[in-house]
């Protein structure tokens, strides 16, 4: 139900992702991710525009200071209209509430009422621990939360998380696989990607696919789009695999001050 593979909007904004996602969906990205704290749906919406004649799959994110009741149902409509779509493929919760002091099964009885309403047709979570994943899948059903979006590359494996997504049937989204640029300077990374004449981050975007996750890299250069998009074509072998699992160095890079308990 959600593409494998898609591009991340984290930090672009204006004319310059208006055409980069334009640039995407012509060389056929099916894909799309944004949120609203990222300030970028309109200019998105601006390309989705421009192509209606392609099914591309949007997922949104709910920011946490609107997590409660009818904030979820306003801010998604405001969401839906930016976009420019009848209907939201996907909402995730962006983050948890934090101390909990929006229950999380509220956030997810509006978002349900969001689907009934044809406002969004998918919901799920992102930067969810196991304890709220469990609670989330206990409230709404594992068929229900179609992934959760966490952070996930070859230095921060976060292997606790999505073993447990797996286990309860939740698809994993990994965001930031290029590791903010550190797997280019990584000699494990960059002798795999000799050996296959590619780049280190077409390699860590392929390891991401390789485990069956879903990859949605940023970039601001049409040429990288490119790159990334070719890198759906690279099969990586179980050395290559082996390799990249030993780089493991649990470095988590993204870490708010509203972070949840991580596991």
């Given at each position: 139900m959600i593409p494998q593979f898609g591009m991340g909007t984290f930090r672009l904004e204006g004319q310059e992702l208006t055409d980069l996602v334009s640039a995407a969906i012509d060389m056929g990205y099916e894909h799309i991710d944004t949120a609203q704290f990222y300030d970028n749906e309109a200019d998105v919406g601006k390309a989705l525009a421009q192509h209606t004649n392609k099914d591309v799959f949007v997922t949104t994110k709910v920011w946490y200071e609107k997590l409660a009741y009818q904030d979820v149902l306003d801010s998604l409509q405001v969401s839906r209209d930016k976009l420019q779509?009848?209907?939201?493929?996907?909402?995730?919760?962006?983050?948890?509430?934090?101390?909990?002091?929006?229950?999380?099964?509220?956030?997810?009885?509006a978002l349900q009422k969001a689907?009934?309403?044809?406002?969004?047709?998918?919901?799920?979570?992102?930067?969810?621990?196991?304890?709220l994943l469990n609670r989330a899948v206990a409230h709404v059903g594992k068929d229900k939360i179609l992934t959760n979006q966490i952070e996930v590359h070859p230095f921060f494996q976060n292997h606790a998380i999505t073993d447990a997504c797996k286990q309860m049937g939740v698809k994993v989204t990994a965001y930031l696989p290029l590791a903010k640029g550190a797997v280019m300077d990584n000699s494990v990374m960059q002798d795999i990607a000799e050996k296959h004449n590619v780049s280190?981050?077409?390699?860590?975007?392929?390891?991401?696919?390789?485990?069956?996750y879903v990859a949605?890299?940023?970039?601001?250069?049409?040429?990288?789009?490119?790159?990334?998009?070719?890198?759906q074509?690279?099969?990586?072998?179980?050395?290559?695999m082996k390799a990249i699992?030993?780089?493991?160095?649990?470095?988590?890079?993204?870490?708010?001050d509203f972070s949840p308990d991580w596991d």
């Open positions: 779509r009848d209907t939201i493929d996907l909402a995730l919760i962006h983050w948890p509430s934090p101390n909990d002091e929006v229950p999380v099964e509220e956030t997810l009885d689907q009934q309403d044809g406002l969004i047709k998918h919901l799920g979570v992102s930067n969810f621990t196991i304890d280190p981050a077409q390699v860590a975007i392929a390891w991401q696919l390789a485990n069956d949605i890299p940023s970039t601001t250069k049409v040429d990288h789009l490119k790159s990334n998009f070719d890198a074509n690279l099969k990586l072998d179980q050395d290559d699992a030993d780089i493991d160095k649990d470095d988590r890079l993204i870490d708010p």
